[in-house]
């Protein structure tokens, strides 16, 4: 059975700090996701990883991917009160559905 | 264009009643899942559907849960019996597909939050 675990669940941190989220999962994949989710609201993509060592960047966000070491990154550079949200990582399940099974997520607070 | 859509964004039941819960998604994507999202928790798989047929329904917890889509594209999941562990946010997603060939990237609608009393 597939499992994806995040960590850490619960970050707080000062804006201008850097900072990084991993995602391990227990199963070969090619490919990963990572989401954000605000409170009360649905999921929104924010990378879309599709081969080992693969590397995406958006504004102070940057995810990557090892297949081998079945890890993924999300690393947070110069962190604003924006960014505050939960992130979730999701990993699809071999077979031909590719359904995502995803991780717990990250809660991450940026103080002022 | 318009991105998926689900309706109602609340519904209160009491215990041991029907709810009806829909999903529309977005236009020309054929493959449609539902999940639901405990507090504090991810999404968990429900449901798959690629284009009108249930694909994988391995994620239904019992025999009390139900997901239609007789047209391939609206698609309805069905709650009997309700009971108070029922209680959560239940969320579609579409892709355009869901094959290797594709990044498969789902786009998820704003949820449906159901408590049951």
């Known amino acids: 059975e597939l499992k994806v675990e995040q960590n850490p669940l619960f970050l707080s941190m000062q804006e201008g700090k850097n900072y990084t989220i991993y995602c391990n999962y227990s199963t070969t994949s090619d490919r990963l996701y990572w989401y954000r989710q605000d409170p009360g609201k649905s999921l929104e993509s924010l990378f879309v990883?599709?081969?080992?060592?693969a590397v995406k960047q958006e504004g102070r966000l940057m995810a990557s991917l090892d297949t081998k070491a079945r890890l993924s990154t999300l690393h947070i550079t110069a962190a604003v009160h924006d960014l505050s949200a939960t992130y979730f990582c999701?990993?699809?399940?071999?077979?031909?559905?590719?359904?995502?099974?995803f991780g717990r997520g990250t809660s991450l607070i940026v103080h002022p | 264009g318009a991105g998926v859509s689900q309706t109602p964004s609340n519904k209160v039941t009491e215990k041991g009643k029907y709810v009806e819960l829909r999903c529309d998604p977005i236009?020309?994507?054929?493959?449609l899942y539902w999940y639901r999202q405990s507090l504090g928790q991810g999404p968990e798989f429900l449901i798959y559907f690629q284009g009108t047929g249930a694909a994988d329904d391995s994620g239904l917890p019992n025999d009390r849960f139900f997901a239609v889509r007789p047209e391939g594209s609206v698609s309805t999941l069905k709650i009997q019996r309700t009971e108070r562990g029922d209680s959560a946010v239940y969320l579609c997603?579409?892709?355009?597909?869901?094959?290797?060939?594709?990044?498969?990237?789902?786009?998820f609608g704003p949820g449906t939050r159901l408590t049951v009393t």
């Open positions: 236009s020309g994507h054929t493959a």
């Open positions: 990883l599709l081969s080992n060592g």
């Open positions: 997603a579409s892709s355009l597909t869901s094959s290797r060939a594709g990044a498969n990237e789902q786009y």
């Open positions: 999701a990993v699809p399940r071999s077979g031909g559905s590719y359904i995502p099974t």
